[in-house]
Structures are given as structure tokens and as C-alpha cells.
């Protein structure tokens, strides 16, 4: 993707569909163990895969087994599925000229002399320089391209298998069966051992196979899979499910006793244990009775004698489900950005192609490694902190207390904070040092610095005057990297945090833009040090934009949450920091300018309209959950335009008489909860918060099944600590347990900010100069 200095589009291949994908769905046993903390091993106990052929359906297929030798027999059909397809694939594998009759030819060179750009790079083409193109496997036309361009390879040296949740369970199996000279012919995605993106096997005589979790591409999980795709769209299971009451019981995921089989043997019961069979151990959880219902159904229907016949029909239903919703994803991703995700192993690495193949952009490639480190060090991602750890609602829409002034909790989030930043200016280009008499010259315009054609990065020292801290006290400026000592009650809190303080700053990196807002609020500019100037545009706007219209006009909950996960998987790509070949300014910038939104949407906004009748409780990046002293907050928004104008209200409850305006705009405000009333929040510390919401209890920490909104209050008011009995399963060189201890699920202290007395109020560090 890098040519010289730059990096730009230049996997044209990507844009045809893989021929061959082999999808894998694979299974193990919960074998109970004596140990005390150890109280299941997974054993794997049976797989299905099918191979779908995308040009010749006849050359699909499917296949499954099950028993004690489930890995090794898996191991053993992928190979000889991997030959088969080399061979294939191998006399087709480099380009060929398709030799033309006198028709076809005098047919296509009409065609192509009306055609002026190349179908693959799209750059134009000329008369000495355009050949027609067809794909080698089927003969199909595919338009005009350069010379190069047509002879470069159409079919990958590859074959993609697609599990789901294969980086945390089914690589493990997978991995676990290898001998040590056949872990050689193992590569690891980022050489990452425990194959969290994927990995490659190399066999002798054939392509390799290229292992890819479904999950890196919809983070959904299994049982949710058949919510994502709507009937009409389930074409194989369709297929092999024929009859109407056949395909109603599999058009989603069956359930499987896996509590009840713990033995190898049972595979041979002739009949269906009790629902309690089918109890969940890791989530503790039963099967409903109409899911236990459906169970005995498929048993019925398909004239199952054994639990192993069961099984059978399990296997199939699932990987079929992952085939059609993994092609259905794949043409969606054909259609709308003309790639086949097939070829990354996650959606971000396809998100990155994507944009630079929209965008026809080329980047610039930092060379200069103190400008690189300049950057890389000075990273911050998103703000996460909770200002004011307890606060109650007051108003008509619950609990009342007249004696009290009203107030109302709300939690705004912005629509795709990210998204919004990459729409700005970006930096592309020119990057050079400012010398000290432009320095000297810039420093007497910052506050006057326009948004033009060039842009700035500054190193400068800040002091933050101490007339600002009770301004500023719940979303100080210039968060930065600190050492906190641990507050008495939880002495194992010492570490060092990204945190919000008041202590004068140092030779502190930031964007011009957000130096200016700075200057606006108070801080004091005492020196600059250096100052890195560059070239910026919009470069970025035409790809956020297609995605962000793409969202407003589906409704389907997948499709939105992968349209914006495309954009800000951009982003994502932009800061990896071990990459040689990704612009980490343009990643830098973004950071800086999705802080700069916030602050301006809190100080100038929020604060400015509420003045001291607002406490901010807990931002984290996007979100920020404020307490105001107001009747009607929702009165307030509709009865002033200017206020209004920053909302999107398309989710908010009907009853509030809001004008549904800014659907999904970028950068506007949204209600998290819709317009419900939120009646109580409690917050720990950053990550770890709950909200009661009319209707629901909302918790923002792990295993928040089993901690109560009582929990989080002991936590907070009485500093206790909160443990819990918890089933967890865990991986230990390649093996997969299910153990049971006691976790500490909440922590008394915070990290981030200083705890004053009444357990609930909190003073930024530096505050007052502590």
C-alpha cells in the first residue's frame, strides 16, 4: 500500500470476490473435573464446515463430524478441502488472454472505446494503453483496463476459513492439537501467539489457509447472529431446510444441553434431557420454556433417535447461519464499497482499504523520526472520569421531594464524535519545523490563526491560574499523563493515568485549535517550544459523509453500527503505533479535535446556558451524564432554537412534543435513553457506573448480572468492596477451563480524581495547587 513517501489504494485484486471461502462452526464437550477452582475442561467434540464456491455453485459443499478425534479429523479434511481447491484454481491462478472470435471481438472494442477510465485503479485510460479484461475463472467481461492492471493476479494464493469467536475459543482447539515441528508452519497476525486476529497454516503443495474470526467483522454474538439477517436473506439454510415448518425451526440457533453433556457417552441417550439440561453455566442462566419447546420440535421433525442425530442438526443449522450471514455481509461490502472483506482479517483493516480506495487520497509518509515521536508520544485518546460520584433526580416524572429544587439527570452522547473530527481539516502534507523567527513570528497571531490551507502542532508551556479551578473543576483543560498516589482506603490504586488536573504544563503537544481554546478560557501561554506546520484539507469528509448517509437510510441495527464502525476504525488505524505505513498525524489530529468538540459543547453550550445550576457527573470520550437544577429539561431544549439546534431528537420519547430534527448528523447531541427518565446515578470511577432508568437499570462493569445498584451505592458511600462468586472461562496454553471463584467486581477510591470527605464531590488534582 506504500509507494516512496506516501501510501494510497493500490489493492486493485481486492475488488473481485474470493472464489473459495470454507466456513468452520466447531464444538467441545464441558467436562466436569474434581479440582476445586478448575470446574470444567472443554473437550472438543464435533465440527460442520461448508465450502461455498462464489462462481460455481456445484463445487459447494458440507460436511461435519463428531467424536473424541473432532480436531485432528478437522485438521486432516481442511487440508485435503485446501488441495483440492489449489488445484482448482491453479491453471486459472495468473492472468490469460481470452482468445476472441472476429464477433466477440468487433463486439468488445465498441464496448471499450466508450470506456475511459481503467475498472481497476480508475485512473484514465489511453488508446496505446487499453486492453479488454475478463475474469479468468468464468470468462465474465469486466470493462477496460491499463496493461499492468489486467495482468496482475485475480485469484488469491489463499483460501479464507471464517469461524465465529475463533480468536477466544475455536483457535485454541485448533492450536492445542499441533505437534511443535507443525506449529512452524503457523504465522500469527501481529505474531500474536494467541491468535486474537487470526493466523495462517502453510501445507505443503497447495495455497495456504488464511483462519479469520467472523467477530473481527460483526461483534455480535452467535445466538445474536440470526437477528442480524432477515428471513428473505437466509438462502442456505433456505436450501437445506426446504419445507416451511422445517425452515421456522432453523432459521435461528438451536440450543444444545451442554450442561447435561458431559460425556462422550451420552451422544448415544435416546432422548432429550429435562430443560434444566440446557442450563447455561458461564451466564448461569436457564432456557426458556419456548426455546425448550422448539428443541423437542427439531427432535420430532427431524426423526432424531440419539442425542448424536441431534447434534447432527445442530452443527449444520449453525455454520449455515454464519454462511448466510457472512455472504450477506460480503455483498453488502461488494456493493458499497467494492471490496470482499474475505481478504482482511478484521473490519478494520477493511475500513482502511475502503477509505483510501473512496478517498483516491495519498498520504504522506513521515520519514523524519523526531517528528514521528514528536506525534506518537503525545497520543491521548478519550476523556474518562467521574466528577461527582452520587446524585438523585428531583422532578414531577418521579420521585418529588417539593422542599428540594428540581433537577433532572441526563445522558447526552455525541453522534460519532470521531466521525465528526475526521470530517475537519486533516493534516496530508508538507510537514516541516517552524525555525525561531517564524516562531516568535506565530506566537504574537495564535489567537487570530485562521482555518486555512496550512495547520500547526505546538509544543508550549501552560499555567493554569487557580481564579479557574472552580470553574473548571469538573472538565479541566489539557488532560496528561500523571502518577497518582493511592487514596488511603485503597492503597492498590498507585498508578500512572491519563488524568485532568491544574498542575502547569510543560512542554505539553497539542493541536493549534485546541491551544486556541485554551487561550479563550483562561490559560496562560508562558513559552513556545517548537512548532511543527503542515498542509491540511478535508480529505477525509467524502468517505465519513457516504458512510454516515448510508446510516440514515437503513434500519437495520447491523448495518448502522457497521457504517459507523467503518469510520471509526479509520481512526483506529490511523494511531497504531507499531505501523510504519499509517499516517499518525492525521490520528493525532483527530484526537485533539474530538476533545475540542467536547469542550466547546460543555463550556460554551451546557455552561453557558446553566451556569452554576449544572454538575458534570461522568464524561467517558462521547458521553456525558450531567445533573442540572431545572422544572424540565426537555421544555428547556424545545423552547430555546439555539439549544435545540445542537440535538439530534429523532430517538427522544414523543411524549417530551420535540421536533424530530439533526437524524444522525454528525457532532449533534443525543439522548442516550430516549427521553426516560433517569432517576438515580452512581459512579465508582471511570468505566465503572449505573444509572436507574425508568424501566431498566443501566451498568457500565463486567459481570453486571449480579451487582446490584445497592452494590455500587456501598461502594461508593461506604467504601466496601463488592465480591462475587463468578463462573469465568479461561485459557491456559491453548486449553479452555470454566472455573468458579470470588471476583472483586467493585473497588472502593478513584484513580483519576481526589475524593473529598462526603464520599460524593471530587476535586480535580492540582486543584487549589494540592
Request: hydrophobic content about 35%; glycine content about 4%; overall charge positive.
Amino acid at each position: 500500500m506504500s509507494q516512496s513517501k506516501t501510501v494510497f489504494f493500490d489493492n486493485h485484486q481486492r475488488q473481485l470476490k474470493i472464489p473459495f471461502i470454507i466456513y468452520v462452526h466447531f464444538e467441545a464437550l464441558q467436562i466436569p473435573t474434581t479440582k476445586p477452582r478448575i470446574k470444567i475442561v472443554h473437550k472438543p467434540c464435533g465440527f460442520s464446515y461448508s465450502i461455498k464456491c462464489s462462481y460455481d455453485d456445484s463445487l459447494s459443499k458440507y460436511e461435519q463430524f463428531f467424536g473424541e478425534f473432532s480436531t485432528k479429523v478437522l485438521w486432516e479434511k481442511l487440508e485435503l478441502e485446501c488441495k483440492t481447491i489449489t488445484r482448482r484454481l491453479i491453471s486459472r491462478a495468473e492472468p490469460q488472454d481470452r482468445k476472441l472470435n472476429e464477433a466477440e471481438l468487433k463486439s468488445f472494442r465498441s464496448i471499450v472505446s466508450q470506456i475511459m477510465n481503467c475498472h481497476w485503479c480508475g485512473e484514465q485510460l489511453e488508446e496505446d494503453d487499453k486492453e479488454v479484461d475478463f475474469f479468468n475463472l468464468t470468462g465474465q467481461f469486466l470493462g477496460a483496463a491499463h496493461k499492468k492492471c489486467k495482468f496482475q493476479p485475480k485469484v488469491p494464493h489463499f483460501v479464507p476459513v471464517v469461524m465465529h469467536n475463533l480468536s477466544k475459543y475455536g483457535a485454541h482447539f485448533l492450536l492445542n492439537h499441533l505437534t511443535n515441528d507443525e506449529m512452524k508452519e503457523i504465522s500469527f497476525v501481529g505474531n500474536d501467539k494467541l491468535a486474537k486476529l487470526g493466523f495462517v497454516r502453510k501445507f505443503p503443495n497447495c495455497f495456504p489457509l488464511r483462519f479469520i474470526d467472523s467477530r473481527r467483522f460483526m461483534d455480535e454474538q452467535i445466538e445474536d447472529l440470526e437477528n442480524i439477517l432477515e428471513d428473505s436473506k437466509k438462502h442456505k439454510i433456505k436450501e437445506e431446510f426446504r419445507g416451511k415448518k422445517e425452515f421456522d425451526l432453523m432459521k435461528k440457533r438451536t440450543c444444545f444441553p451442554f450442561y447435561y453433556m458431559d460425556s462422550f457417552k451420552k451422544f448415544s441417550d435416546g432422548c432429550l434431557p429435562f430443560r434444566n439440561g440446557f442450563f447455561d453455566q458461564i451466564r448461569r442462566e436457564d432456557v426458556g420454556d419456548e426455546e425448550y419447546e422448539r428443541s423437542l420440535k427439531i427432535w420430532e421433525t427431524f426423526k432424531c433417535r440419539s442425542m448424536g442425530d441431534y447434534f447432527k442438526v445442530y452443527l449444520k443449522s449453525n455454520v449455515l447461519l454464519l454462511e448466510d450471514v457472512f455472504e450477506s455481509f460480503r455483498s453488502l461490502c461488494l456493493k458499497k464499497y467494492h471490496l470482499d472483506p474475505g481478504y482482511y482479517f478484521t473490519a478494520a483493516g477493511f475500513a482502511w482499504d475502503a477509505m483510501l480506495k473512496f478517498t483516491k487520497v495519498k498520504l504522506e509518509l513521515l520519514e523524519d523520526e523526531t517528528m514521528i515521536d514528536f506525534l506518537k508520544s503525545n497520543l491521548r485518546g478519550g476523556i474518562t472520569h467521574c466528577s461527582k460520584r452520587y446524585a438523585k433526580a428531583n422532578n414531577v416524572y418521579c420521585e418529588y421531594d417539593r422542599r428540594k429544587e428540581s433537577s433532572f439527570i441526563v445522558h447526552l452522547d455525541v453522534n460519532n464524535l470521531g466521525g465528526w473530527s475526521m470530517c475537519q481539516k486533516l493534516p496530508f502534507t508538507g510537514f516541516r519545523w517552524l525555525n525561531q523567527t517564524e516562531i516568535r513570528r506565530i506566537q504574537k497571531e495564535i489567537k487570530n490563526l485562521d482555518d486555512n490551507d496550512f495547520g500547526y502542532v505546538f509544543e508550549v508551556d501552560l499555567d493554569y491560574p487557580r481564579s479557574l479551578h472552580k470553574l473548571h473543576n469538573d472538565l479541566p483543560f489539557c488532560f496528561q499523563h500523571l502518577t497518582i498516589p493511592p487514596p488511603p482506603i485503597a492503597p492498590h490504586l498507585t498508578s500512572y493515568k491519563a488524568v485532568l488536573n491544574f498542575y502547569n504544563k510543560k512542554n505539553y503537544v497539542l493541536d493549534y485549535r485546541n491551544l486556541q481554546q485554551c487561550l479563550q478560557h483562561g490559560l496562560i501561554l508562558k513559552k513556545i517550544h517548537r512548532v511543527l506546520k503542515y498542509r491540511h484539507c478535508k480529505w477525509l469528509e467524502p468517505y465519513v459523509s457516504y458512510n454516515t448517509k448510508l446510516r440514515t437510510q437503513t434500519t437495520c441495527n447491523f448495518e448502522i453500527k457497521l457504517y459507523k464502525f467503518l469510520n471509526n476504525a479509520v481512526y483506529g488505524k490511523m494511531t497504531e503505533k507499531f505501523s510504519s505505513d499509517r499516517p499518525i498525524y492525521a490520528g493525532f489530529t483527530v484526537l485533539e479535535l474530538s476533545k475540542n468538540f467536547v469542550y466547546d459543547f460543555h463550556y460554551q453550550k451546557m455552561l453557558a446556558r446553566y451556569r452554576n445550576k449544572i454538575n458534570l457527573l461522568y464524561i467517558d470520550t462521547d458521553g456525558l451524564i450531567y445533573e442540572i437544577q431545572t422544572s424540565d429539561f426537555y421544555r428547556d431544549v424545545k423552547q430555546d432554537p439555539n439549544f435545540l439546534s445542537w440535538f439530534d431528537t429523532s430517538g427522544v420519547d414523543k411524549r417530551w412534543g420535540l421536533p424530530v430534527i439533526n437524524k444522525k448528523v454528525l457532532g449533534k447531541m443525543k439522548d442516550e435513553f430516549g427521553g426516560k427518565i433517569i432517576r438515580e446515578f452512581v459512579g465508582v470511577g471511570a468505566k465503572v457506573y449505573c444509572v436507574d432508568v425508568e424501566g431498566e437499570v443501566v451498568k457500565k462493569v463486567s459481570m453486571k448480572k449480579i451487582v446490584s445498584i445497592e452494590d455500587y451505592k456501598n461502594c461508593v458511600i461506604y467504601d466496601e468492596y463488592v465480591k462475587k462468586k463468578c463462573w469465568t472461562t479461561e485459557v491456559v496454553g491453548h486449553e479452555i477451563y470454566t472455573s468458579v471463584g470470588v471476583k472483586v467486581l467493585l473497588s472502593p477510591g478513584d484513580k483519576q480524581r481526589f475524593v473529598l470527605s462526603d464520599k460524593i464531590n471530587t476535586i480535580a488534582w492540582g486543584f487549589g495547587n494540592y
